[in-house]
Structures are given as C-alpha cells and as structure tokens.
C-alpha cells in the first residue's frame, strides 16, 4: 500500500512538474519584472504562486464534481484534456507560443506598471488549461480512497508550486545559469514528457469508455 501510494505520489509530482514548468516560468518572470524593485519581484513572485496554487487545486476538485452534475463520464474527459494538453506539448515542442512568448505578449499589450501577478503569470504561464485539465484526473483517478487520493493531489501539487515560486525567486540566476538555449531546451524535452502523458491519459479514456484491450 505504502509503495503504491509513493509510487502515485511521484506519478503526480512529475505530471505536474511537467505540466507547470517552473525553468520556463522562471524564465517568463524575469521577463515580465524587468525593472522592478527586489520587494516588488518577491511580492508578485508570491502573488502570482497563491493564484496558480488556488486554480489548479481548486480546479481539480471542483471539476470532478462540476463533470458529474454535467453527466460527462471521467473517461470522455481523460480524452478530451489529453488532446488537450498534447495540443500544449506539440506547441513546447515546436517552441510555439512558449512562456516567454506569452510574457513578451503580455509586456507589449500591458498598461505601464500593471501587475503581471495574476495575468499571465499566475494564469495561464504558472497553471494553464493543460495543467488544470490534467489536475481532475490526478486528483481522484479511482473511487476507492478518495480522501487518501486528494490528500496525496494535494500535497504534490503544493510542493510543486513550491519549487515554481523558489525557481521565480531563483530567476535571474537560473536564467543565467541555463541561457536562452539552455530554456528552450528545458522546454522542448518537457514536452516530450507531456506528450507521453497527453497520450497515456487518451489512451486511459478509451480503456475506461470501451471494452477495447489496450494495455
């Protein structure tokens, strides 16, 4: 039992780490705090972390709920956030409409000095569709044990918001430490990883609607 849970512990820390990417994050931070105090970059880093921390968490268990009073089967939604979120590793992949991209676009439309904290930090950089689709099948994947399933949600999700906002706090130096090549690589071979689990998460609706034999 122990070792199970561990196991889905880690399945759950390294499908959201993916997902929420926080090497890029950091990346788009630095971007989007270009010129600002080092009280004002500690204050947005913490504000946009909070928002994220708050949509997925909350996304996740109140989306379970909001499916069922739709009469949509978990199983059609595995599919459907899994097309999803390959949609998002095809554009990581591809280096198209990455993090840093989102921020430069959001510096370009911005009023002077707005926050960033909430948009596009917070949502959609930090926790996006991808990241709040694949929440609702991380949080309660089967029926036995729903406490003990949302309890171990909980905790992973909290510890990588945690590791987002430390590589936020980290930006500069990661940045440097990484370069803009060293990023886009970061990027692309995590979307490889959301691929794979883009497509695992398709091929679990399939199993959970239809009698097909896929192992």
Do not use: C
Not at 78 to 94: E, P, Q
Request: hydrophobic content about 55%.
């Amino acid at each position: 039992m122990l070792a199970g849970e561990l196991g889905r512990a880690f399945y759950i820390f390294v499908t959201l780490l993916a997902t929420l990417n926080p090497i890029e994050a950091a990346a788009a931070f630095v971007t989007l705090t270009q010129g600002r105090s080092p009280r004002e970059k500690a204050q947005i880093a913490l504000r946009a972390n909070v928002v994220a921390g708050i949509a997925l968490i909350g996304f996740a268990f109140v989306g379970d709920a909001l499916l069922r009073a739709l009469g949509v089967e978990i199983g059609a939604f595995k599919i459907a956030g899994g097309l999803l979120l390959l949609k998002v590793a095809f554009d990581m992949v591809l280096a198209e409409k990455t993090d840093a991209q989102t921020a430069n676009k959001a510096i370009a439309d911005a009023r002077p000095a707005s926050d960033p904290a909430v948009f596009p930090l917070g949502i959609p950089i930090i926790t996006g569709p991808g990241a709040m689709t694949v929440s609702v099948t991380l949080v309660n994947p089967s029926p036995s044990h729903p406490i003990l399933n949302g309890t171990v949600f909980f905790v992973m999700a909290l510890v990588v918001i945690a590791i987002t906002y430390a590589s936020m706090r980290s930006a500069v130096q990661l940045t440097k430490w990484f370069g803009e090549a060293g990023i886009d690589a970061v990027g692309r071979i995590v979307g490889i990883i959301v691929a794979a689990i883009a497509v695992q998460l398709i091929v679990n609706g399939v199993k959970s609607l239809t009698s097909f034999p896929i192992h």
